[in-house]
């Protein structure tokens, strides 16, 4: 991997609204609506858009202490949600 000390936030933006785009799209299967949700959509654009990164180098770089920031902060509010969703149950 290249060290790179700037964030390619075009690459990230459009990453993120297309797994929003693909999470929103709905089809009905049996009578009965279908989508993958937006972290489905995320986990596919995510995918895709490593993919994208893993062929061309360069394109969609990001510092690593930058890629260090999101993976900690994404767990911790995952953690949370999934928490506050339980919570009232319990």
């Known amino acids: 991997m290249r060290e790179t000390d700037v964030t ?11 797994g929003l785009l693909i999470g929103s799209l709905s089809m009905t299967v049996a009578g009965i609506p279908v989508s993958l949700g937006s972290g ?7 995918l895709v858009f490593g993919w994208i990164n893993f062929k061309r180098p360069g394109t969609g770089d990001m510092p690593q202490p930058a890629v260090h920031l999101l993976k900690d ?3 911790a509010v995952f953690v949370a949600c999934v928490g506050l969703s339980a ?4």
């Not at 390619?8 to 297309?18: A, T």
């Not at 919570?87 to 319990?90: I, M, Q, V």
Request: charge should be negative; glycine fraction near 24%; include cysteine.
């Open 8 to 18: 390619d936030l075009v690459f990230l933006c459009v990453g993120i609204l297309v």
């Open 40 to 46: 489905g959509g995320a986990l596919l654009s995510g």
């Open 73 to 75: 902060l994404g767990l």
């Open 87 to 90: 919570g009232p149950d319990a």
